[in-house]
């Protein structure tokens, strides 16, 4: 199983929005409804942002949005934070009834 | 809500053999799944394998590069979840963490406990 495709690196101006994608195949994003994203701080483990496509757990704040069309899933942020400076994941349950990440986006808050 | 505390880490010879344990808390352990995730330094996140919930059997399903050579496994009487590790290679390296409830995401993470393999 490959890793889903994200880009490396973004980043973003205090209040912008940006977008991550996360690209996949038939067989994991594009052919299940569970793709979730994980924020990870440097040296933290990673936090649970969206689940499901475009669910989000109690605590999260609403600037994080998640939607999926196609073999490609992506995460919006809006209303850019410095604190949002992190590594993002993407990640997509797969026929073969394992989890697959994506290799990871780092965001700078510029 | 929900703590994970992960242990057993250390430094292993290549081919050797290292067993992790994960202490859960806070949450229905029992009828969660039970994730190994891990992490090379300086490297993204790779999904290690997961064990499902005694309603779904306590089924077990790895990535590829480990199937074989690990083995998850789980006593509910004590809320806690294991990796035992085997065969060891120099590119199992990593901070390897515990992270439950769903099959399909997980909400609740340790903080990791470190693995080296070198001679």
């Known amino acids: 199983q490959s890793a889903l495709t994200q880009p490396a690196s973004i980043s973003g101006s205090p209040g912008q929005s940006i977008t991550i994608s996360c690209t996949g195949t038939?067989?994991?994003?594009?052919?299940?409804?569970?793709v979730s994203w994980y924020q990870q701080p440097p040296g933290k483990a990673p936090d649970l942002l969206v689940y499901d496509v475009n669910k989000r757990p109690s605590g999260v704040s609403n600037r994080f949005s998640g939607s999926k069309s196609g073999n490609t899933a992506s995460l919006t942020i809006s209303g850019l934070q410095a604190e949002d400076e992190a590594h993002y994941y993407c990640a997509s349950y797969t026929g073969s009834s394992t989890l697959v990440f994506g290799g990871g986006t780092e965001l700078t808050v510029l | 809500e929900g703590q994970l505390v992960e242990s057993g880490g250390g430094l292993v010879q290549p081919g050797g053999s290292l067993k992790l344990s994960c202490a859960a808390s806070?949450?229905?352990?029992?009828?969660?799944?039970m994730h190994w995730v891990r992490q090379a330094s300086g490297k993204g996140l790779e999904w290690v394998g997961r064990i499902r919930s005694k309603a779904n059997n306590h089924a077990t399903e790895y990535t590829a590069s480990v199937k074989g050579r690990f083995t998850i496994f789980r006593d509910d009487s004590n809320n806690t979840a294991y990796l035992q590790m085997n065969s060891l290679k120099t590119e199992d390296t990593a901070v390897y963490y515990c992270a439950s409830r769903s099959l399909y995401y997980m909400d609740v993470w340790g903080k990791g406990t470190a693995v080296t393999v070198s001679s």
């Open positions: 038939n067989s994991d994003v594009g052919g299940y409804n569970y």
């Open positions: 806070g949450f229905s352990f029992s009828g969660s799944a």
